[in-house]
């Protein structure tokens, strides 16, 4: 029984090993082909933007159970989208 799992440890080892030699040895011949240097090519436009800012809302409820809200932002039309959800979310109409 303990000579069986040791034969079995014996042939698991001996597959990674041979899994992991090939590995290393197909990874070698692909980056000897490749001489050349990597290059990083900046495109201006790329740089330049900016990552939008989300609208920010402040909801608040009365005492008589009543919502109200406040929506800021630097986009229009996400402004207008977010009030419709709201509204939507809350059956407001």
Known sequence: MI???R???DIV?????LSLSLIFFISGSVFSQN???FQVKKQPEIQQVKPKKPAKIKLRRSAENKYTWEITGDDVD???RADR??????KIE
């Not at 080892?13 to 090993?17: E, I, K, N, P």
């Open 7 to 9: 034969r079995r440890h």
């Open 85 to 90: 959800r709201i509204r939507k979310l809350l």
């Open 3 to 5: 000579q069986a799992l």
């Open 35 to 37: 001489t050349k240097p």
């Open 13 to 17: 080892f001996l597959m990674l090993v």
């Open 78 to 80: 996400e402004i207008i």
